[in-house]
């Protein structure tokens, strides 16, 4: 504790040198009688010097405020209870108020909304791929990992790609969808699903999403449907499947081409076909946070021999398949390497297991959010089988900010959901229709979802948070 402290008295220059002599960062301050007057941190030194003061004036100057602080007779609940995001160091004073030792945040304490299930052949595929020395973008990997996905989502090609945003662009630049092209969207979805869209030069069309399924709704692409639509891409939001029979049928029926966005629904199904198995092209999404990851990475399924050479060629820039060198197309380089493409191999494998871990964990959230009138677990439908990305669910509106306000400050990882695209400045004049879309992100959020999750304090979290906020008010 003693190398922790600074008298106000001492120069700036001294306190620096108490900051150096410790990786923490910060330094209490006290007064001539050893009383602490406050905290001071590598970020107040780094402002009061850029504000123009000087590394020869006092401590005193920096007008340092009294912070939080604790008993060091306080038990140790009282005292955790006064951390949050922002107060992550409380000194403990003795009877005289000099401090005499601190308690500090613990990263491990906290708890991430996702984190990738690495438990198998991951560490080993990535090994014997470095042994290998293939560790860019050839390799026995990317050619397994291709057939192993494609089989598991029941399609004939794979072609892997760098990320989930490059294989939506891969997937409408092989379709020919481009300039003067409209492309219907849903309002509620990650911004890649625009962005790809915008940079393949074609127009994004925002529709509304459905109330209940929080997925592209079928009556507003009906609606939206131009003589410039040439593809809808359906999002399989938050693990749940669109309603793929009747944005089929529309497809069908107007001649438009279906690319679905797969990036948050690996496994899903609709009447017990898998998403991704509907349109002429599916992407699907390995980051970090999805299903099932690669770290970064993505992929395009399709049944059409023509569309995999198609994407081949484009995203290994442009080169012809057949004659090394010589390009007759404008490509890209949206390659997965070799090592990317070892870790999905060992998830391929485990895709079963974690899919069931992910179910397991959804229903103990929805046990816990059964007692909870505030909170409503999503929707589930006979004919669609969701899976469980981040789980999700909807709360009373005006104190949604509060309830992830006090899990954040209990280091509980949660999210609001995505905001409506139509919200956005850069995309608002694509809007079509958006008003589920915004009551839905206003009410959703997501919880963290992984095997270090502790439904204990989660539920602990609630139920004080119901308490007071909806009997005492
Ligand atoms: C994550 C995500 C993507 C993009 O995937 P990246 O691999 O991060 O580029 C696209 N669409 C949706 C709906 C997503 O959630």
Redo the contacts with the bound molecule.
């Keep these: 504790m003693k190398n922790k402290l600074c008298k106000e008295s001492k120069t700036i220059r001294e306190l620096l040198l108490v900051l150096n002599h410790q990786p923490s960062g910060f330094a209490f301050i006290v007064d001539a009688k050893k009383k602490l007057k406050g905290i001071v941190t590598d970020g107040d030194i780094r402002r009061f010097l850029l504000d123009g003061y000087g590394i020869s004036q006092v401590v005193s100057d920096l007008n340092v405020k009294m912070c939080t602080y604790a008993s060091e007779k306080e038990d140790s609940t009282s005292v955790l209870k006064k951390m949050n995001n922002k107060i992550r160091v409380i000194p403990l004073v003795n009877d005289d108020f000099e401090p005499v030792d601190y308690v500090q945040y613990d990263e491990r304490q906290h708890i991430p909304v996702a984190m990738p299930s690495l438990e198998g052949n991951e560490l080993k595929y990535v090994t014997d791929a470095v042994l290998s020395t293939w560790i860019s973008s050839s390799g026995s990997y990317i050619n397994d990992f291709e057939k192993n996905f494609s089989n598991f989502i029941d399609m004939d090609y794979g072609v892997s790609t760098s ?6 662009h891969l997937a409408l630049l092989a379709l020919g969808v481009g300039e003067g092209d409209e492309v219907i969207i849903p309002d509620l ?2 911004a ?2 625009i962005n790809a869209v915008l940079h393949a030069n074609a127009i994004p069309v925002i529709v509304d999403v459905e109330k209940d399924s929080w997925c592209i709704d079928p009556d507003e692409i009906q609606k939206a449907i131009s003589p410039r639509t040439k593809a809808i891409i359906p ?1 399989h ?1 938050y693990g749940q499947a669109c309603d793929m029979s009747r944005i089929m049928s529309l497809a069908q029926e107007h001649k438009l081409f279906v690319v679905e ?1 797969c ?2 629904a690996h496994g899903a199904m609709f009447e017990n076909q898998k998403v991704g198995s509907f349109g002429e092209i599916s ?1 699907f ?3 970090g946070n ?1 299903i099932i990851t690669t770290g ?3 992929m395009c399924l399709t049944n059409s021999k023509d569309l995999d050479n198609k994407m081949r060629q484009l995203r290994d820039h442009g080169m012809s398949l057949s004659k090394r060198y010589w390009h007759d197309v404008v490509g890209y380089n949206y390659r997965m390497t070799n090592i990317q493409a070892a870790i999905g191999c060992a998830q391929v494998e485990r895709i079963d297991t974690i899919l069931q871990k992910r179910f397991e964990i959804e229903e103990k959230y929805k046990n816990i959010f059964e007692k909870f009138t505030f909170i409503e677990s999503q929707v589930t439908f006979e004919n669609r089988s969701k899976v469980a990305w981040l789980v999700s669910a909807t709360v009373d509106e005006k104190n949604k900010e509060k309830l992830i306000e006090e899990f954040q400050n209990h280091q509980v990882d949660v999210r609001r959901f995505f905001y409506p695209l139509s919200e956005m400045p850069i995309y608002e004049k694509y809007l079509f229709s958006n008003e589920n879309s915004k009551y839905l992100s206003k009410k959703g959020m997501n919880f963290p979802t992984h095997k270090m999750v502790d439904f204990e304090l989660i539920e602990t979290l609630l139920e004080k948070f119901s308490q007071e906020y909806f009997v005492n008010n």
């Design positions: 990320n989930g945003t490059v294989a939506l979805t990650f890649a699903t999002v939001l966005d990036a948050e992407c999404s390995f980051f999805k970064e990475g993505g």
